[in-house]
Antibody
Framework: QVQLQESGPGLLKPSETLSLTCTVS?????????WGWVRQPPGKGLEWIGF???????SYNPSLKSRVIISADTSKNQFSLNVISVTAADTAVYFC??????WGQGTLVTVSA | EIVLTQSPGTLSLSPGERATLSCRAS???????LAWYQQKPGQAPRLLIF???SRATGIPDRFSGSGSGTDFTLSISRLEPEDFAVYYC?????????FGHGTKVEIK
């Protein structure tokens, strides 16, 4: 059974860097699929952030592209999200996703002074 | 970027009724890379349908997807109490992948 689990700080100050890691069990991230991130501000809809393909190529939401990097550590079977210069608008539940079918439970990140 | 427009925003129905949700794309969705999700409060989205009409593992057959090109539909044949939730469509063809804004199915 494939499982994804997000981890990382839940509270950040404006201008800091958001760093989250998704640990994957039950499937090797180097074997296939897109490995992505989606976020959901409180009370709002889903926003696609981007993905890293198993081959290493990446794709990002144009609205976030200048601030986002997604990377992978195949030795740990993890992939990560970094968002620089966060503001209150980055407050959201962040989900990691395998393709479209397997989602992590999500982690709330709050940006507040 | 493909913009997905879902309608209606809210659907008020009774258990046992049929629900029909619409997702319209601003341009044709390549190779039918269109998915539907169900989300309940405090939970991650749950994949219902992928490839326009294929049910994900464990999804009851009262859920069905249809459509092509730019117009897609999620149908729930007979609403069960656990089906009242928010539903999102997503296209996962050309990047950037995009989501619709959701349709809330509420109890009438």
């Amino acid at each position: 059974q494939v499982q994804l689990q997000e981890s990382g700080p839940g509270l950040l100050k404006p201008s800091e860097t958001l760093s989250l890691t998704c640990t994957v069990s039950g499937y090797s991230i180097s074997s296939g699929y897109h490995w992505g991130w989606v976020r959901q501000p409180p009370g709002k809809g889903l926003e696609w952030i981007g993905f890293i393909y198993y081959s290493g190529s990446t794709s990002y939401n144009p609205s976030l592209k200048s601030r986002v990097i997604i990377s992978a550590d195949t030795s740990k079977n993890q992939f990560s999200l970094n968002v620089i210069s966060v503001t209150a608008a980055d407050t959201a539940v962040y989900f990691c996703v395998r393709g479209v079918d397997v989602w992590g439970q999500g982690t709330l990140v709050t940006v507040s002074a | 970027e493909i913009v997905l427009t879902q309608s209606p925003g809210t659907l008020s129905l009774s258990p046992g009724e049929r629900a029909t949700l619409s997702c319209r794309a601003s341009q044709s969705v390549n190779e039918n890379y269109l998915a539907w999700y169900q989300q309940k409060p405090g939970q991650a989205p749950r994949l219902l349908i992928f490839g326009v009409s294929s049910r994900a593992t464990g999804i009851p057959d009262r859920f069905s997807g249809s459509g092509s090109g730019t117009d897609f539909t999620l149908s729930i044949s007979r609403l069960e109490p656990e089906d009242f939730a928010v539903y999102y469509c997503q296209q996962y063809g050309p990047s950037p992948w995009t989501f619709g804004h959701g349709t809330k199915v509420e109890i009438k």
